[in-house]
């Protein structure tokens, strides 16, 4: 069992943020203007576990800063859920293996229903399943995680994280999103009231 610091595990996710490469975000945020914004689609984001969880994160951000967004847990996919895909949406998935089966079906299934929908994918790696299959593929650099067993995401994740946060930020720059269209989505809490002033 390796044992980390806590200035280790700082220095370690701060590397792996800053060690992201940075090929293709331009071509993501290309992806998510014409699919969400001008063919009116909106952005499926599907990951499984700890990458699920950041998916929905990501996806709630996006809806709040002016791009529709869902999170699609992949299981559910199977069992109805499905449904809410629309021809000109964009599939966003979150797997760091790259060969989560549920996004495999996920993929599958997609395909049978509506297989012009593009697929992004952020993966730590390229030869994955899914990153051979992705229109778009984001790499997060394949991380070591700070877990002290090797295996728990925590760096992975993080960095997912700040992969959303990249995308997010580029596209309110794009549409020219302002506070008043902040306020608009964010009526209650301490955010809303900041947003209105």
Same mark, same amino acid.
């Given at each position: 069992?390796?044992?980390?610091?806590?200035?280790?595990?700082?220095?370690? #996710?701060?590397? $792996?943020i800053?060690n *992201?490469?940075?090929?293709?975000? #331009?071509?993501?945020v =290309?992806?998510?203007?014409? =699919?969400?914004?001008?063919?009116n689609?909106?952005? @499926?984001?599907?990951?499984?576990?700890?990458c699920?969880q950041? +998916?929905? %994160?990501i996806?709630?951000?996006?809806? &709040?800063?002016?791009?529709? $967004?869902?999170?699609?847990?992949p &299981? #559910?996919?199977?069992h109805? =859920?499905?449904? @809410?895909?629309?021809?000109?949406?964009?599939?966003?998935?979150? &797997? !760091?293996? +790259?060969?989560?089966?549920?996004l495999?079906?996920l993929?599958?299934?997609?395909n049978?229903?509506?297989p !012009?929908?593009k697929?992004?994918?952020?993966?730590? %790696? *390229?030869?994955s399943p899914l $990153?051979?299959?992705? %229109?778009?593929?984001l790499?997060?650099? !394949?991380?070591?995680?700070v877990?002290?067993?090797g295996l728990?995401?925590t760096? &992975?994740?993080?960095?997912m994280?700040? *992969?959303?946060d990249i995308l997010i930020?580029?596209?309110m720059?794009q549409?020219g999103?302002?506070? #008043? =269209?902040y $306020?608009k989505r964010?009526h209650? +809490?301490?955010?809303?009231k900041?947003?209105?002033k």
């Amino acid at each position: 069992m390796m044992k980390y610091s806590i200035e280790d595990i700082l220095k370690i #996710e701060s590397e $792996a943020i800053l060690n *992201i490469p940075m090929f293709n975000f #331009e071509h993501v945020v =290309d992806r998510i203007m014409i =699919d969400c914004h001008k063919y009116n689609g909106k952005l @499926v984001i599907s990951g499984m576990g700890k990458c699920g969880q950041i +998916g929905h %994160n990501i996806a709630t951000t996006f809806c &709040s800063t002016g791009t529709p $967004a869902v999170f699609l847990h992949p &299981s #559910e996919a199977q069992h109805g =859920d499905l449904g @809410v895909l629309q021809h000109t949406d964009l599939l966003l998935l979150l &797997s !760091n293996s +790259g060969k989560t089966k549920e996004l495999i079906d996920l993929y599958n299934l997609k395909n049978k229903l509506f297989p !012009n929908i593009k697929v992004i994918i952020i993966t730590g %790696n *390229i030869q994955s399943p899914l $990153a051979q299959v992705a %229109n778009i593929v984001l790499l997060t650099g !394949n991380p070591k995680e700070v877990c002290p067993l090797g295996l728990t995401p925590t760096t &992975s994740t993080t960095v997912m994280s700040v *992969i959303g946060d990249i995308l997010i930020t580029q596209v309110m720059q794009q549409i020219g999103f302002t506070k #008043e =269209d902040y $306020a608009k989505r964010h009526h209650g +809490g301490y955010l809303g009231k900041k947003s209105k002033k």
